[in-house]
T-cell receptor, first 109, second 113 residues
Framework: EDQVTQSPEALRLQEGESSSLNCSYT??????LFWYRQDPGKGPEFLFT???AGEEKEKERLKATLTKKESFLHITAPKPEDSATYLC??????????FGKGITLSVRP | GAGVSQSPSNKVTEKGKDVELRCDPI?????LYWYRQSLGQGLEFLIY????????KSGLPSDRFSAERTGGSVSTLTIQRTQQEDSAVYLC???????????FGQGTRLTVV
C-alpha cells in the first residue's frame, strides 16, 4: 500500500527563519510527487511536480527536491503570507494520488 | 470555466437524508478525483475516473457512497442515508493526463445534523 508521511505535523517559524518540510514515501512505481499549499477553507493549490530523484523545482521562496525515498520543501526567508498547510502527494503507476496529512506552517512577523 | 467548480459550497442535511455533490472539472481534463477531508486530517481518496475506463472505487468507505461521471465531464458524488461521520469537506480534482498535476475545486462542506 502506498504511504506518505509528512513531518513535522506543525512548524512555527519567525519571519526570515529558513527551514525544511519533509515528505517520506513508499509507492509502487512512482510516477510523480506533488506539493500543494492549502489555505483554511480553500482547496489545495498546486505548487510543484517532481518526477525523478535528483530533480529540483523553485518558485519564489520555495524549493522542492526529490530523492528515492523522500522529498523536501525548503522555505527560504519565509514571510507571514507563507503560513498555510503544505501537502505532499505521490502518484503510483495506477494513477492513484495518495496524500500525506500535511504540515501546518505558521510564520510570525 | 477556468477552474474546477464544485456545488454547493456548503450543505447541511439531516441524518438519514441523501445528498448529491457536484463537480465540474476543467474543460478537456480526462481524469477526475474525489477526496474527503475531515477536520485536521489529510485527504482521503474516494474514487478516480480516467476517460472511459472503469472507475477506481477502492476508496469509497461504504455502499452508501457512489459516484458517476456523465459524458466524461461533470461528476456527481451521492451519499445515501447520511450519517454524522460523513460530515467533512468533499474535494474534487481534475487533471489533463495521467502524470500531470491535479487541480482542485474549493470543496463542498457537508454537515450532517
Amino acid at each position: 500500500e502506498d504511504q506518505v508521511t509528512q513531518s513535522p505535523e506543525a512548524l512555527r517559524l519567525q519571519e526570515g527563519e529558513s527551514s525544511s518540510l519533509n515528505c517520506s514515501y513508499t509507492v509502487s512505481g512512482l510516477r510523480g510527487l506533488f506539493w500543494y499549499r492549502q489555505d483554511p477553507g480553500k482547496g489545495p493549490e498546486f505548487l510543484f511536480t517532481l518526477y525523478s530523484a535528483g530533480e529540483e523545482k523553485e518558485k519564489e521562496r520555495l524549493k522542492a527536491t526529490l530523492t528515492k525515498k523522500e522529498s523536501f520543501l525548503h522555505i527560504t526567508a519565509p514571510k507571514p503570507e507563507d503560513s498555510a498547510t503544505y501537502l505532499c502527494a505521490v502518484q503510483a503507476a495506477n494513477s492513484k494520488l495518495t496524500f500525506g496529512k500535511g504540515i501546518t506552517l505558521s510564520v510570525r512577523p | 470555466g477556468a477552474g474546477v467548480s464544485q456545488s454547493p459550497s456548503n450543505k447541511v442535511t439531516e441524518k438519514g437524508k441523501d445528498v448529491e455533490l457536484r463537480c465540474d472539472p476543467i474543460s478537456g481534463h480526462t481524469a477526475l478525483y474525489w477526496y474527503r477531508q475531515s477536520l485536521g486530517q489529510g485527504l482521503e481518496f474516494l474514487i478516480y475516473f480516467q476517460g472511459n475506463s472503469a472507475p477506481d472505487k477502492s476508496g469509497l468507505p461504504s455502499d452508501r457512497f457512489s459516484a458517476e461521471r456523465t459524458g466524461g465531464s461533470v461528476s456527481t458524488l451521492t451519499i445515501q442515508r447520511t450519517q454524522q461521520e460523513d460530515s467533512a469537506v468533499y474535494l474534487c480534482a481534475s487533471r489533463r493526463g495521467r502524470n500531470t498535476e491535479a487541480f482542485f475545486g474549493q470543496g463542498t462542506r457537508l454537515t450532517v445534523v
